[in-house]
């Protein structure tokens, strides 16, 4: 762990840069030398690898054709698989548990179909109230088309400030009601990691399957799902995996559960070598491949493969320890140069606690954001009032943290902020 001391200056932003043991996988992106991008938590940006391995996808349809489902350098019927593989280290999963699938709602779909049993008392569906919105309306559909009434049938854990979620306010809710739990590993406005160990277990000590979304914490956080026995998991690859606009999602099954039919059947998820039989009985494949529907969408998912090639070699312990330092040291520079302007830090402070964005609390947020924008500064702006800032470990640098503080010191200040509506953009 880099040493947690800190100064306010410039120099010493700059001292961390020369210090970090990841700084050479900046080389690897294309960066505009004039923005400072602090929106990866959202979407992560193009690296040369990521490019190269789409393009190679590319002379594989251009030079095979209906082939490079067989041939070239990632024959594309079993590209889902060896992603798959590729990824699962990053969560702590064998590599048959992983596949690259579909978008993260479908998955969810997918996942809540396969393993919601409403049976007698159980009938319930266990969320909470700071999920992101698609999650929510996912289990709504889900709980409709099982005939029941989501007002009813969702419970929605709340929060006691609006930001974070206690873990005993979850635990409390996991009555003899409750026959499935979906729950984010990180929250998507404040950062903050829940306790995935512990709620699994006080969720399988009462006979309740668990399930997280992983979509704000895959790429930034290690994770050990196969360790503490999380039944499943979804994702997207598009933030902190750096895979592309809406490229492909992924799922984790934990193996106790193979074997089990998946909710959505489709031709994709049966064993490969009983595929192209054309029977009209469906044959799963015998792992995580089973839950895949439709024919995968190669060139979303080729820019993945690149992306993870990266991340083996840089190693998710160190990603996360840089992103610690970071995140700790763009706190700490929030506490010394923004006192007094109105802002408040929304993340949880401890480490354990913290994933991989600042959540930046404001009453002008949206145009503080504009002018950041306008200042070639990208952040990310939620309602009602939260600029969300993420120091990504392969690209950001101290010093561009430090710009970005000062920025915002002037910003409010010199009220630079009143030439824009405080309202958001369509897309925020």
């Known amino acids: 762990m880099m040493n947690r001391q800190f100064e306010a200056s410039k120099e010493y932003a700059i001292h961390l840069d020369l210090i970090d043991p990841l700084a050479s996988f900046r080389d690897e992106f294309y960066l505009d030398s004039e923005t400072i991008y602090l929106d990866g938590n959202s979407l992560g940006l193009l690296s040369k690898r990521a490019e190269a391995s789409l393009l190679s996808s590319l002379d594989d349809w251009k030079q095979y054709g209906i082939d490079g489902w067989t041939k070239g350098e990632n024959p594309w019927f079993t590209f889902s698989e060896r992603l798959g593989a590729l990824m699962a280290p990053l969560i702590g999963a064998e590599a048959n548990e992983v596949i690259v699938t579909g978008s993260t709602t479908m998955n969810l779909h997918q996942l809540t179909a396969t393993f919601y049993h409403p049976s007698g008392r159980r009938t319930k569906i266990l969320a909470d109230e700071l999920t992101f919105p698609s999650d929510i309306y996912a289990l709504q559909s889900q709980l409709k088309l099982r005939g029941y009434d989501s007002e009813q049938h969702l419970i929605q854990v709340k929060s006691r400030d609006g930001r974070i979620l206690e873990e005993e306010d979850i635990i409390a809710s996991m009555t003899d009601e409750v026959a499935l739990i979906i729950l984010p590993t990180v929250l998507y406005r404040s950062g903050q990691i829940l306790d995935i160990a512990r709620l699994t277990k006080e969720a399988h000590d009462r006979g309740i399957l668990i399930g997280f979304d992983g979509c704000h914490s895959v790429g930034a956080v290690p994770h050990y799902f196969d360790r503490w026995d999380v039944d499943f998991a979804f994702w997207c690859n598009y933030k902190h995996l750096n895979a592309g606009p809406g490229s492909v999602a992924g799922l984790y099954v934990n193996k106790r559960h193979f074997g089990v039919l998946p909710g959505l059947t489709g031709w994709f998820g049966s064993k490969k070598d009983k595929q192209?039989?054309?029977?009209?009985?469906?044959?799963?494949?015998?792992?995580?491949?089973?839950?895949?529907?439709?024919?995968?969408?190669?060139?979303?998912?080729?820019?993945?493969?690149?992306?993870?090639?990266?991340?083996?070699?840089?190693?998710?312990?160190?990603?996360?320890?840089?992103?610690?330092?970071?995140?700790?040291?763009?706190?700490?520079?929030?506490?010394?140069?923004?006192?007094?302007?109105?802002?408040?830090?929304?993340?949880?402070?401890?480490?354990?606690?913290?994933?991989?964005?600042?959540?930046?609390?404001?009453?002008?947020?949206?145009?503080?954001?504009?002018?950041?924008?306008?200042?070639?500064?990208?952040?990310?702006?939620?309602?009602?009032?939260?600029?969300?800032?993420?120091?990504?470990?392969?690209?950001?640098?101290?010093?561009?943290?430090?710009?970005?503080?000062?920025?915002?010191k002037s910003i409010v200040k010199d009220k630079q902020y009143e030439k824009f509506e405080n309202k958001r953009e369509v897309i925020a």
């Open 276 to 408: 192209f039989d054309m029977e009209h009985i469906f044959s799963p494949a015998k792992d995580a491949g089973a839950f895949q529907i439709g024919t995968p969408h190669i060139l979303s998912m080729a820019p993945l493969k690149g992306s993870l090639e990266m991340f083996a070699e840089a190693g998710i312990e160190n990603v996360r320890e840089k992103s610690l330092n970071c995140t700790q040291y763009f706190s700490d520079l929030i506490k010394s140069e923004l006192s007094g302007l109105g802002f408040e830090m929304g993340h949880p402070l401890e480490d354990q606690r913290r994933g991989g964005h600042i959540c930046l609390e404001h009453i002008e947020a949206a145009r503080i954001c504009k002018c950041l924008k306008e200042e070639k500064i990208i952040p990310d702006y939620r309602e009602p009032n939260i600029i969300r800032l993420a120091p990504v470990a392969l690209y950001t640098t101290y010093l561009e943290m430090w710009e970005t503080v000062q920025a915002l």
